[in-house]
């Protein structure tokens, strides 16, 4: 049987690791050819070598955009089209309101919302140029949604990316594009970013545990369970859904 994403090319970014990587292998195994993107270049090409000819690897740093139009047009010339766009590439600092630096907050800032804005626009200008149509899938976070007390940059960005999504879904919609727009909300994922997180206090396996209390299922999220939603909303069969939010939280928002 074909694959849910059968013919697709998808961009995704902070590909090297993570919720990254699990979407890009996913996408893989549903028949997407896929170009890796992240700053991390000696585990970018370790993947693309991992997938194979299916995947090939660049640099891009989502905050630079002479970067974006380098590597988005590097992608066009080698795999002809640009199907889905995965802005994923996103970084956490955890102090509170009055521990954070201004420097931190800008740059908190300009990975995880400067970056989207900019993979938003020059993924639509790429998916204008194979017939208007396509999906972009911004990753934000439960963060986005409720506040965080020790993390007030991640959580104005991420908030920041759940209504940039809505204005580039009706932008999009009224220009008459079938480019939709649409973002996804994980709660605490085992992934490396969660990894630093949990060791801020100690072991972080005892950070884990106490994460988890607050997720009513009890358990972190699995890379593989955001990445099955990634797929979702890459694929058709999502295709009457934009400007809307896929929420992965154990509950955590329904309290």
Not at 48 to 54: F, N, R, Y
Request: proline share 3%; hydrophobic share 45%; charged share 20%.
């Amino acid at each position: 049987m074909p694959g849910r994403v059968e013919g697709k090319v998808a961009l995704v970014t902070g590909a090297a690791s993570g919720l990254g990587a699990a979407a890009a292998r996913m996408l893989v195994r549903e028949g997407a050819r896929v170009a890796l993107t992240d700053v991390n270049e000696e585990a970018g090409q370790a993947l693309a070598k991992e997938l194979g000819m299916t995947a090939r690897f660049w640099r891009l740093d989502v905050t630079r955009e002479e970067d974006w139009v380098a590597v988005v047009d590097s992608v066009l010339a080698t795999f002809d089209r640009l199907d889905v766009l995965v802005n994923n590439a996103g970084i956490g600092i955890a102090k509170d309101v009055e521990a954070l630096s201004l420097q931190e907050w800008r740059h908190v800032n300009a990975v995880n919302l400067d970056g989207v804005f900019l993979g938003c626009k020059h993924g639509i200008r790429a998916m204008k140029q194979c017939g208007a149509k396509g999906s972009i899938i911004n990753m934000s976070s439960v963060a986005g949604l409720v506040g965080a007390p020790s993390l007030p940059g991640y959580c104005a960005s991420k908030g920041g990316v759940r209504l940039l999504t809505k204005s580039v879904a009706l932008h999009c919609a009224k220009q008459g594009y079938g480019i939709r727009c649409n973002s996804v909300h994980p709660v605490f994922v085992d992934t490396p970013m969660v990894d630093s997180l949990a060791s801020l206090k100690g072991d972080p396996a005892v950070g884990k545990q106490h994460m988890a209390k607050n997720i009513p299922i009890g358990r972190l999220g699995e890379p593989d369970e955001v990445a099955y939603a990634i797929i979702y909303l890459a694929s058709d069969e999502s295709r009457l859904m934009t400007g809307s939010e896929v929420i992965l939280d154990g509950g955590a928002t329904a309290q």
